[in-house]
């Protein structure tokens, strides 16, 4: 209490009060809502699910819900959903096991056979088809590739005699690589042609989620770009189509007041010769009478 004169007990050390009890999440629930709760509705995943430019898994039914109710233009984590052009399918590869437990992930790698649903372990996902690999799955098959492509290059190095021809080759082998690997990837499954900007990281780690950020600011900022060139061109087509239509009409009525010149020149014509035939008609009569 003190009672020396200057100092005053506050509630806080006259009453004692409970500690809020901080909720620490298991590494295995932080995990399984990561990869089997929807990110926005945080409801159990199913069929058909769908996956944004960040990695996070949506049921599609709960984002069209959002994006016709407008909600998702004011969240602050999925304001980069604007349609579903911003969202792609997810095909997973069926677990077998998870028909006989239930406790095992219903997804899997087709090439590894490790189970979807941990941290431990990326999974990578194609735009183009939609199929789902781990990690390690791309760099046991590039190796794989990688190794077959240095042994025929060693075989057809070593049938040549001349060393600098097989320097020159082996430069050449290397670029023809280097261009392959850049053109020439397909899908494990589908064999569909993709590049390494079709591939998304489900779930990324924090530094990896921080580079896609900053990929997805910059593809929005060139969306906005092209859309403003769009936006600049279509006036430029309507002033070009309002320029035909005034020269159509211009032509139009040009054509019209000529023709209307050239009827008024015949009426005036024809006008003109009714009355000189009605008047020699006159002096015929008058002739065939003066002669009777």
């Not at 016709?68 to 004011?74: S, V, W, Y």
């Not at 053109?183 to 780690?205: A, Q, V």
Request: proline share 2%; net charge positive; charged share 30%.
């Amino acid at each position: 209490m003190g009672l020396d004169g200057g100092t005053i007990p506050t509630r806080c050390e006259l009453v004692k009060t409970k500690k809020k009890e901080v909720k620490v999440f298991d590494k295995d629930q932080v995990d399984f809502g990561k990869w089997f709760l929807c990110a926005l509705a945080q409801n159990s995943l199913s069929e058909p699910i769908v996956l944004d430019d960040l990695g996070n898994l949506f049921n599609k039914d709960n984002v069209i819900e959002a994006l016709l109710n407008g909600t998702l233009e004011t969240s602050k984590n999925f304001s980069h959903i604007r349609s579903l052009r911003s969202i792609y399918t997810v095909n997973f590869s069926s677990n077998p096991a998870h028909e006989k437990d239930s406790s095992v992930s219903p997804w899997l790698c087709p090439i590894t056979k490790i189970e979807v649903g941990s941290s431990s372990y990326k999974f990578k996902f194609l735009k183009t088809c939609g199929h789902v690999f781990s990690e390690k799955a791309f760099k046991e098959l590039n190796n794989d590739d990688n190794n077959n492509n240095n042994k025929n290059n060693n075989n057809d190095n070593n049938n040549n005699n001349n060393k600098n021809n097989n320097n020159d080759n082996n430069n050449n082998n290397n670029k023809k690589e280097m261009d392959t690997s850049k053109h020439n990837l397909s899908c494990f499954l589908c064999s569909k042609e993709y590049t390494t900007n079709d591939l998304i990281t489900i779930n990324p780690s924090g530094g990896e989620l921080e580079q896609m950020k900053i990929t997805l600011q910059e593809k929005l900022a060139n969306s906005k770009k092209k859309s403003s060139k769009k936006a600049d061109k279509k006036p430029d087509k309507k002033r070009s189509l309002e320029s035909n239509l005034a020269s159509e009409s211009s032509f139009t009525s040009s054509t019209l007041a000529k023709t209307n010149e050239e009827v008024s020149k015949k009426m005036k014509s024809e006008t003109f010769s009714s009355i000189f035939k009605s008047n020699s008609n006159n002096s015929t009569n008058d002739d065939t009478t003066k002669t009777k």
